[in-house]
Nanobody, 124 residues
Framework: VQLQASGGGLVQAGGSLRLSCAASGLTFSSYEMGWFRQAPGKEREFVSAITRSGLSTNYADSVEGRFTISRDNAKNTAYLQMNSLKPEDTAVYYC??????????????????WGQGTQVTVSS
């Protein structure tokens, strides 16, 4: 199984980025997808997740209303649209996948496969 995250970069505060996570080696539509991030000196934290059907999503309070998670099961790809970016959003963003109950989507321990991460830097 491979997860390839892309789309990170340098953006000014208030700007937007769209992250992509391309999956291979698994039946993508049978797995939940999540995004996590880790800033320097901080622990990895949950950002957002989406169920395998795409019908249910979950967001950290810090990104609610600014970020949107989606997936295209035909393309084996998940997305994270990030708007109104803030300097505190600066981190390495990781996509991850697993077969996870809705109530456990925020727990990184539930995810069995992880991508390599993509750097997002927001300047003030």
């Amino acid at each position: 199984v491979q997860l390839q995250a892309s789309g990170g970069g340098l953006v000014q505060a208030g700007g937007s980025l769209r992250l992509s996570c391309a999956a291979s080696g698994l039946t993508f539509s049978s797995y939940e997808m999540g995004w996590f991030r880790q800033a320097p000196g901080k622990e990895r934290e949950f950002v957002s997740a989406i169920t395998r059907s795409g019908l249910s999503t979950n967001y950290a309070d810090s990104v609610e209303g600014r970020f949107t998670i989606s997936r295209d099961n035909a393309k084996n790809t998940a997305y994270l649209q990030m708007n109104s970016l803030k300097p505190e959003d600066t981190a390495v963003y990781y996509c991850a996948t697993g077969r996870i109950s809705t109530r456990r989507l925020r727990s990184p321990d539930e995810y069995i496969y992880w991508g390599q991460g993509t750097q997002v830097t927001v300047s003030s």
